[in-house]
């Protein structure tokens, strides 16, 4: 471990110490106010290699992504341009497939007062506006040139694959188990009302049973034998009146008959 670190601190002595104040400055500045859709991050021990993550450009075909870049810083930096690598596969024209970046600002229109600020926007700028005339990537610019649809499926599948937002943990599990537990209260609700009208229900049709018990009773107490007895006989003599009323008929028929 103590190698690491005296390599580390060898690699920041190898540059002017001016050079490091300068370095120094403008990546707290960075830090301090980001560019629009790009994040730095470096080493303190060790500004030679400066690390950045790059948010895919809105209504592009690297919409969507991050995708992280490098920039390696020389001895004689600034007088020579840093050189640039994309470390997240990319298709795209200007970036090889071994992630080399080849823009004109690290090239032969670099100048030492540009700054490592504009270097990672012109990076970014090259994702809404790729030069296929002058491509490290020869299948990109071609398909760029001739079929842009096609190149833009291209870009946005490997945009998929390689260079994808991770999605934000959602709090799935308590959701569910919150509702689960809802549910299971309400259905306890539900399940005692029902007993309860169930019970309710039971009460009554009791109640009516006994009701109807009781007025069984209360029949069988009204159609006394005593009283069925006294009746009775009232119709037996309500027929026994009809009988000599009857044979008073068939004499005076006879009667008739005779005088015939």
């Not at 403008?26 to 948010?55: C, Q, R």
């Not at 990109?140 to 842009?148: Q, S, T």
């Not at 009809?242 to 004499?251: A, N």
Request: some cysteine; hydrophobic content about 35%.
């Amino acid at each position: 471990m103590a190698c690491i670190c005296i390599s580390i601190k060898a690699t920041n002595e190898n540059l002017p110490p001016n050079v490091i104040r300068q370095l120094a400055k403008e990546l707290k500045n960075l830090d301090d106010s980001p560019p629009e859709g790009i994040k730095v991050s470096v080493n303190d021990d060790d500004f030679t290699t400066i690390f950045a993550d790059i948010d895919g450009p809105a209504g592009t075909p690297y919409e969507n992504g991050v995708f992280r870049m490098k920039l390696l810083l020389s001895r004689d930096f600034p007088q020579s341009p840093p050189k640039g690598f994309f470390l997240t596969k990319i298709f795209h024209p200007n970036i090889a497939t071994s992630g080399e970046i080849c823009v004109n600002t690290l090239k032969k229109d670099w100048n030492p007062g540009l700054g490592l600020r504009h270097v990672l926007l012109v990076v970014r700028c090259l994702l809404i506006e790729p030069f296929p005339e002058s491509a490290l990537n020869e299948q990109a610019g071609k398909m760029l040139l001739e079929n842009y649809e096609e190149y833009a499926r291209h870009a946005r599948l490997y945009t998929g694959i390689h260079a994808l937002k991770p999605k934000n943990k959602s709090k799935t599990g308590a959701i569910s188990e919150s509702t689960t537990a809802l549910n299971v209260g309400q259905s306890n609700t539900v399940l005692g009302e029902n007993t309860h009208l169930a019970s309710a229900a039971i009460s009554t049709s009791a109640a009516a049973k006994t009701l109807g018990k009781n007025s069984q009773d209360q029949n069988a107490a009204t159609s006394d034998p005593v009283v069925g007895a006294s009746t009775a006989p009232k119709k037996d003599a309500a027929h026994t009146t009809k009988v000599p009323v009857d044979k008073k008929k068939l004499d005076a028929r006879k009667k008739s008959l005779k005088r015939l």
